[in-house]
């Protein structure tokens, strides 16, 4: 059935929200990732959100996944929504909802808070006239993601929080609560009741960046709380790079793409099952 089950973000996270679970969002590199993060969704029985990076679509343009990601939705009996994440300026995300994303994210968060809201208005005016939904950043999400990186306090006001969603009228916010990009080297603590006091004056869904590494008590916590969206990126390029590492390390011999992509495929099929059963969306299709 064409087009029936691409979809907005819009659409999955405020069903998240009023029935009190999370959606996974996953970053993708390419095929393989791609069809691992729908099959895995499709066999949970869950809504998911597969996402790319500014670096990733230097790798390759917004075509190219738009393309692959709606011929998996297309295929899959679950609905799939493809977001710009940290969409780092206003032309880049002109150039996704052009190539056909249904959710994009502009990440004003580095910039001083009256400039956040600026930049985000613009982007919310461009994308609500074509009927696409804005995630936007409030506060900092710690470590490096592709070329932004983040220090100093990393916490989201929830005063500024309540002023920065009635300003620019977002459809989801991601909030600083202590979590940071890429691997944590000791376990990061989180300022939960933050969350839990961010979710009582603001009625949009909270996006959780930076879940790489949470312990599962922790993700379940969040989610509890009031965390809607969940990303995980920098697991999943992990565990690709380790299974194509392994499967060529055990036979010498392997000249054929498809072996070793095949093998890294069906374990990040496995990890994003994984995910999915903590964030509490199985079964939601």
Not at 210 to 235: H, M, P, Q, W, Y
Request: aromatic share 8%; hydrophobic share 40%; glycine share 6%.
């Amino acid at each position: 059935m064409p087009y029936a089950y691409y979809v907005t973000t819009k659409e999955i996270l405020e069903n998240a929200r009023e029935n009190n679970y999370a959606v996974c969002a996953f970053n993708a590199e390419n095929l393989e990732m791609v069809q691992a993060i729908v099959w895995g969704a499709e066999e949970m029985r869950a809504p998911v959100i597969i996402q790319t990076t500014p670096s990733t679509i230097k790798y390759a343009d917004c075509e190219y996944f738009y393309a692959i990601a709606h011929t998996a939705a297309e295929k899959a009996q679950i609905i799939v929504a493809l977001h710009l994440d940290h969409g780092s300026s206003f032309a880049l995300v002109c150039k996704a909802v052009r190539a056909g994303y249904s959710s994009v994210m502009i990440d004003g968060s580095q910039k001083p808070f009256e400039e956040n809201i600026k930049i985000t208005q613009k982007v919310v005016e461009l994308a609500h006239s074509v009927n696409i939904p804005v995630e936007a950043e409030l506060g900092k999400v710690g470590g490096k993601e592709d070329d932004m990186e983040s220090d100093g306090d990393v916490y989201t006001n929830p005063e500024d929080a309540v002023e920065f969603v009635k300003q620019t009228d977002i459809n989801s916010l991601a909030i600083g609560i202590g979590t940071a990009h890429g691997l944590y080297k000791v376990p990061p603590k989180l300022d939960l009741d933050r969350l839990s006091q961010i979710k009582k004056v603001v009625d949009v869904p909270l996006v959780l960046h930076g879940a790489t590494g949470l312990s599962d008590e922790v993700i379940k916590e969040c989610v509890k709380r009031g965390i809607n969206k969940i990303n995980f990126a920098t697991e999943l390029r992990l565990t690709y790079t380790n299974a194509v590492r392994e499967k060529l390390n055990s036979d010498e011999k392997i000249i054929d793409v498809k072996v070793y992509s095949d093998y890294a495929r069906n374990c990040v099929k496995e990890l994003v099952k994984s995910k999915i059963m903590l964030s509490g969306s199985s079964g939601r299709i």
